[in-house]
């Protein structure tokens, strides 16, 4: 199983691309999202509406 700093780079990594290919702002908030959750999952995070 990857650690949590194996996770958190990998995901960096994703984030970095979608801001070079110039993805949409969407796909950087989950990313942005997905980070910040394995950094601190007892923490309160923001939620993405699907409306």
Known sequence: MATQNELLEAVSDRLLQHL?????????LKLA??????????QPHGTISSS
């Open 33 to 42: 999202e997905a980070w910040a959750w394995i950094h601190s999952p007892d």
């Open 20 to 28: 070079v290919q110039g993805s949409t702002s969407d796909s950087i």
